[in-house]
């Protein structure tokens, strides 16, 4: 029994040091399901955790976080976390949600979830490496799953939310319509987009699409309060904000950080001037590494960690 257990535990260990494949992940859900996570290990005492946007794609295959925000602290620990039901061996969609992605995603998947599977992976890869800090970098959605995870854990050291928006969803969402629609289309979608609220918030289970996403998915964001989350944060927090974005409202996401600073001291707002929510300009030009190198910037005026490179 003991030799058994020396050689999983051998085997755990040869996985933390050289990355997980889902098949090495020990991880399970209170419902059984299994939390597939990846974890590219430097040799560092940081570790990063990155946290995607909201579609349906394996995070393994995304290029934006693995080469470039992966690299914003050089010798850290690099932690992501698969979506529910998502592995490596769905395809990637760079437009949109992957042409196979599972039913059990848009039946399970939402910020809440995704939160409490960063929780659990976070605290068992803690108690096996115990790292000096351990920093989180969320964008989009993935900028209110770590107001979450932080608002939940002492153990966060630094948190960076990137064009995350205002304090509640469904104004994100009148100003996306805003920009996109006329004034009456606009008005006759925002009384259907709210009768459709109304729905959500007074049910307890439906099945339905919309958008990429299932009911989970709408009753925890349109139940979030992404600034009394980020309230209850006392790591240092870096808001970054693009200027010209056109799916949450850069001038929510400035209101609510003007609020933030005026009741604590930890937090940093910083706009992106001329780019859109993707950090590409009006030429279509991917201006990513500028923003990879404000957080590096803001992580060595903090002094977070010990290098940046």
């Not at 932690?79 to 599972?102: H, Q």
């Not at 609220?197 to 925890?220: N, Q």
Request: with cysteine.
């Amino acid at each position: 029994m003991y030799r058994t257990l020396a050689i999983i535990m051998a085997f755990l260990l040869f996985a933390i040091q050289y990355g997980f494949a889902e098949e090495g992940v020990p991880l399970m859900r209170p419902d059984g399901s299994t939390i597939t996570f990846y974890l590219d290990k430097k040799g560092g005492r940081h570790l990063l955790v990155l946290m995607q946007g909201s579609d349906c794609n394996s995070v393994v295959h995304s290029k934006v976080i693995n080469d470039r925000f992966a690299a914003v602290i050089g010798d850290a620990d690099v932690l992501t976390v698969e979506k529910y039901a998502l592995t490596r061996s769905v395809p990637w969609n760079g437009s949109g949600d992957s042409p196979e992605c599972p039913a059990s995603y848009y039946e399970h998947d939402s910020p809440r979830q995704r939160a409490d599977d960063y929780l659990q992976v976070m605290s068992w890869l803690d108690e096996q490496l115990e790292y000096d800090n351990i920093i989180l970098l969320g964008g989009s959605e993935g900028a209110l799953v770590a107001a979450m995870v932080a608002s939940r854990s002492d153990k966060v050291s630094a948190v960076i939310t990137l064009n995350g928006g205002g304090r509640f969803f469904v104004d994100d969402v009148f100003y996306s319509m805003s920009v996109d629609l006329p004034p009456e289309a606009f008005e006759q979608a925002k009384q259907g987009f709210l009768e459709f609220k109304g729905a959500i918030e007074s049910s307890e289970s439906m099945t339905f699409v919309m958008s990429g996403h299932g009911f989970r998915w709408w009753k925890s964001m349109l139940a979030a309060d992404q600034t009394e989350l980020l309230l209850s944060v006392s790591a240092p927090l870096l808001i970054i904000q693009s200027e010209l974005d056109k799916s949450v409202s850069p001038k929510l996401a400035y209101d609510q950080a003007r609020m933030l600073m005026k009741n604590r001291n930890n937090v940093e707002f910083r706009t992106v001037k001329g780019l859109d929510h993707k950090f590409h300009d009006p030429s279509g030009k991917d201006r990513t590494s500028e923003v990879v190198s404000s957080v590096k910037e803001w992580l060595g005026d903090n002094q977070i960690t010990s290098e940046i490179r």
